[in-house]
């Protein structure tokens, strides 16, 4: 493999993995603040994909906005749309079990990915979906001698700045301060003012939109979306928090963008079918020398 070649493939890594890390970011906030895994968190990615679709197809979006304008809004109504679904999902099914054992919260997570995956086969049915062509920028972009496709710039540039966003707020605005208080201790939170459920809510609000967002990505990035690409996704931006530390927003980010390279990497340099058999295996040597991940899971300091 020539050096341009490597660099094209590192590209590659980056969108794919920006992807991942956008998703693994709903999974770690999720459990930084009520230590639970949304097992749904895949299927809402999945219903990202599909708003954006019908919004771009079934709603005429593509044929009245010019393409960029059509995409920017295909993304924004997406976000909004599948983050109003992850608050829903919040009250019906995690909140009556937020005193129960754990095992409860587990198996309600479960019935909701199962629920939504047949949901969204039972409204567009169980076949691939492809988003218009015209959408997808053919524009191939010269960087320091690489050619890159201009879509793969743009998945790597939205990731990027939706990330950078996420973390100012996490880290510098008052509710961004709120969800670190809840993620550290609930009661204290309680008895400091904070409306812990609220909170909570705008945790899953948060998580399910870029995880929205991200599933819109896909669309535009690969061209067609399934009913069932959200355990795909879901497994390997789960397996990207694990890797860089869950509980951890910079580990999330970290972890997904390694992996997308690992991927990318495995697949030019060995084959594409051991891609999925590479990134699993990095994943085992990291928690056999680091079982934290490699920033360390959530401590009061790090969310």
């Known amino acids: 493999m020539t050096m341009n070649e490597f660099f094209q493939q590192l590209l590659n890594g980056l969108a794919v993995g920006g992807i991942y890390a956008l998703v693994a970011l709903g999974y770690t906030m999720v459990y930084g603040v009520l230590k639970l895994i949304n097992f749904a968190h895949g299927d809402l990615f999945t219903m990202g994909a599909y708003f954006g679709f019908t919004l771009l197809v079934g709603c005429g979006l593509a044929g009245v906005l010019p393409p960029w304008m059509s995409i920017i809004a295909a993304m924004a109504v997406a976000m909004f749309l599948v983050a109003i679904l992850g608050v829903i999902l919040e009250r019906a099914a995690y909140r009556p079990l937020r005193k129960a054992n754990r095992l409860a919260a587990v198996v309600s997570a479960l019935g909701a990915s199962i629920m939504l995956q047949n949901a969204i086969m039972l409204i567009y049915g169980a076949k691939f979906y492809v988003y218009p062509e015209e959408l997808r920028p053919s524009l191939v972009l010269d960087i320091f001698g690489v050619q890159t496709p201009i879509m793969r710039v743009i998945v790597i ?87 860089g530390g869950i509980g ?56």
């Open 157 to 243: 540039g939205v990731s990027t700045l939706l990330m950078v966003i996420l973390y100012l707020f996490i880290h510098k605005t008052r509710m961004g301060t709120a969800i670190r208080a809840v993620a550290i201790d609930q009661g204290a939170s309680r008895l400091m003012g904070i409306n812990v459920d609220r909170v909570i809510s705008l945790v899953f609000f948060l998580g399910a939109g870029l995880g929205g967002v991200a599933g819109v990505m896909v669309g535009m990035y690969y061209g067609q979306i399934d009913f069932t690409m959200g355990w795909n996704y879901g497994l390997k931006a789960f397996t990207a928090a694990i890797l």
């Open 248 to 303: 951890n927003i910079p580990g999330a980010m970290l972890g997904g963008l390694l992996l997308g390279v690992i991927e990318a990497l495995g697949s030019a340099y060995l084959s594409m079918a051991w891609k999925d058999a590479i990134a699993f295996l990095v994943l085992i040597l990291i928690l056999i020398i680091r079982p934290t991940g490699l920033l360390g899971e959530r401590v009061a300091d790090k969310l």
